[in-house]
């Protein structure tokens, strides 16, 4: 059940997670949150989902780690 979870959310940007590590909240909870405002609401928070989900994929790839100071 969790690799189904982490598969899942790997490829669904895992934002809510993020949400829910930062916060310290379960993301279970946020997840359910998000469905019943976004049901609320037209769907109105789908671009507020997509924008942070572009925003973490975007810090993704600018801060790379780097081993040692001569990697490029």
């Known amino acids: 059940m969790k690799r ?3 598969f899942i959310e790997s490829q669904a940007f895992g934002v809510c997670t993020m949400l829910g590590e ?3 909240f379960a993301s ?3 997840r359910l949150t998000f469905i019943y405002v ?3 609401t ?3 928070p789908v671009i507020l989902y997509l ?6 994929n975007v810090s993704k790839h600018l801060r790379r ?3 040692t ?3 490029l």
């Open 22 to 24: 930062k916060l310290g």
């Open 4 to 6: 189904l979870q982490y």
């Open 28 to 30: 279970s909870s946020i």
């Open 42 to 44: 037209m769907g109105s």
């Open 51 to 56: 924008m942070l989900a572009f925003w973490m």
């Open 38 to 40: 976004s049901f609320l």
């Open 65 to 67: 780690e780097r081993s």
């Open 69 to 71: 100071v001569w990697d």
